[in-house]
Nanobody, 116 residues
Framework: QVQLVESGGGLVQPGGSLRLSCAAS????????MSWYRQAPGKERELVAF????????NYADSVKGRFTIARDNAKNTVYLQMNSLKPEDTAVYYC?????????WGKGTLVTVSS
């Protein structure tokens, strides 16, 4: 079955950096677009970034453009989110997502807290 396991979250000061990872299994990873979403307290889940199956194409939410970079390693079945210049408003639970014909699949998320 599809499994997505996020890691790399934590507490970081404003202006700092973190790299999130999402290890995928149970499907042909290299065939699918992969996405990162986030959900801040009291807010709806929002799309942060997505990457094409080959990694040649990426797209970002305006709020993170220029600060976050999504990447993937199809040999390791892993997608990454490099987050730089973090702001307090980036505080959220970050989720990895794959959309298949059978539906959307999510990991359990990893918490990122940006605070001094």
């Amino acid at each position: 079955q599809v499994q997505l396991v996020e890691s790399g979250g934590g507490l970081v000061q404003p202006g700092g950096s973190l790299r999130l990872s999402c290890a995928a299994s149970g499907f042909t990873f290299s065939a699918y677009v992969m996405s990162w979403y986030r959900q801040a307290p009291g807010k709806e889940r929002e799309l942060v970034a997505f990457i094409s199956s080959t990694g040649s194409g990426t797209n970002y939410a305006d709020s993170v453009k220029g600060r976050f970079t999504i990447a993937r390693d199809n040999a390791k079945n892993t997608v990454y989110l490099q987050m730089n210049s973090l702001k307090p408003e980036d505080t959220a639970v970050y989720y990895c997502n794959v959309r298949k014909i059978t539906g959307d699949y999510w990991g359990k998320g990893t918490l990122v807290t940006v605070s001094s």
